[in-house]
C-alpha cells in the first residue's frame, strides 16, 4: 500500500488557524459575558420587582387602623405579589396552645374565628411558630396523622407557613396554599413574604393599640359624661373637646355648641 508524504502547513496556514482560534475564543467569551449580563439584568429586575411589591404591602398596610382590615389587606397584598391562589392569617395564642383564623381570601376560604390547637395544625405551622422561621409544608409526604385535622376539607398539598413575630413573641401566621394543586415555593417568594409579614407585624400591632386606645377612650368618656359633677375638657388652644352633660347645665349651653369653641 502506497504510502502519502506527510504534509507541512504552511506559514500562512499556522497564521490562519491561529487567528481563528483567536476568533473564536472572543466569540465565546462575549457569548458567556452577555449571557452573564443577561442573568445580571434577570436579577436585578426580579428585585426590584420584590421591592416594588414590598412598598406595595407597605402601602396598603399603612392605611388602616382597624385590626380587621389590617389582615383583610394583608391577604390579599399575599395573593397579589404571589402565585398562590390561597392566602390565611391567623392569630396565635401561646398560652392555649391555638391558633385563630382572622383573615382568609382567595379560593375554598376556612370560615373566619375558626379556632384550633396544635394538635389539629399541620407539623409545619407548628415549627414555624415554635422555631420563629418560615416553613414549607410538603402534606403530601406526610402520614395523614401529621397533616392537621382539616386537611381533608380544604385539602392543601404544599403550604408556606410564616410566622409574624413582634416584640420577641409570635403574634400570628401567615398561610400561603393551593387547594387542590401542588405548586412549588421558590426561595425569591419565601423572602417576599417574609418581607411582607414584618411589615403585616408592625400594622397588626399598630391596629391593636390604636383599638385598645379607642376603647380607653370610650371607656373614660363613658365615665366623664356619668358623672354627678360638672366636667369639661379643653385642648392647647384652650377649645372645647368635651362637656359632660352636669357641665352643660352649670354652663348653661348644650355641648353640641361650645364643642370646638374657645372658652
Avoid at 419565601?190 to 408592625?202: C, D, K, N, S
Avoid at 391596629?207 to 385642648?235: I, K, Y
Wanted: proline share 3%; hydrophobic share 45%.
Amino acid at each position: 500500500m502506497e504510502r502519502r508524504a506527510a504534509r507541512h502547513f504552511t506559514g500562512a496556514e499556522i497564521d490562519f488557524a491561529r487567528r481563528l482560534g483567536t476568533s473564536v475564543g472572543l466569540a465565546l467569551e462575549n457569548a458567556r459575558l452577555f449571557e452573564a449580563e443577561r442573568e445580571a439584568q434577570r436579577h436585578a429586575g426580579e428585585e426590584l420587582q420584590a421591592t416594588t411589591q414590598l412598598l406595595e404591602a407597605a402601602r396598603a398596610l399603612a392605611d388602616w387602623r382597624d385590626l380587621g382590615e389590617v389582615v383583610r389587606a394583608l391577604a390579599q397584598t399575599l395573593l397579589r405579589c404571589t402565585a398562590h391562589t390561597r392566602a390565611m392569617v391567623s392569630l396565635w395564642d401561646q398560652g392555649r396552645g391555638e391558633f385563630e383564623l382572622i383573615a382568609a381570601e382567595g379560593l375554598r376560604p376556612m370560615p373566619l374565628g375558626s379556632r384550633w390547637a396544635t394538635d389539629a395544625s399541620s407539623t409545619a405551622a407548628v415549627k414555624a411558630v415554635t422555631q420563629r422561621s418560615a416553613q414549607v409544608g410538603d402534606l403530601d409526604a406526610l402520614p395523614e396523622g401529621d397533616r392537621g385535622k382539616r386537611w381533608a376539607d380544604y385539602q392543601p398539598h404544599l403550604a408556606l407557613h410564616v410566622p409574624l413575630v413582634g416584640r420577641e413573641k409570635v403574634v400570628g401566621l401567615l398561610s400561603l396554599d393551593d387547594p387542590g394543586e401542588r405548586r412549588e415555593f421558590g426561595e425569591r417568594e419565601i423572602r417576599l413574604v417574609e418581607g411582607v409579614a414584618a411589615y403585616a407585624t408592625v400594622a397588626i400591632e399598630n391596629a391593636r393599640l390604636f383599638s385598645d386606645a379607642l376603647e380607653q377612650s370610650r371607656h373614660l368618656t363613658n365615665v366623664l359624661q356619668s358623672m354627678a359633677d360638672g366636667f369639661v375638657s379643653v385642648d392647647r388652644e384652650w377649645r372645647y373637646t368635651l362637656v359632660n352633660p352636669q357641665a352643660e347645665r352649670l354652663i348653661g349651653q348644650p355641648a353640641v355648641e361650645l364643642l370646638g369653641r374657645s372658652m
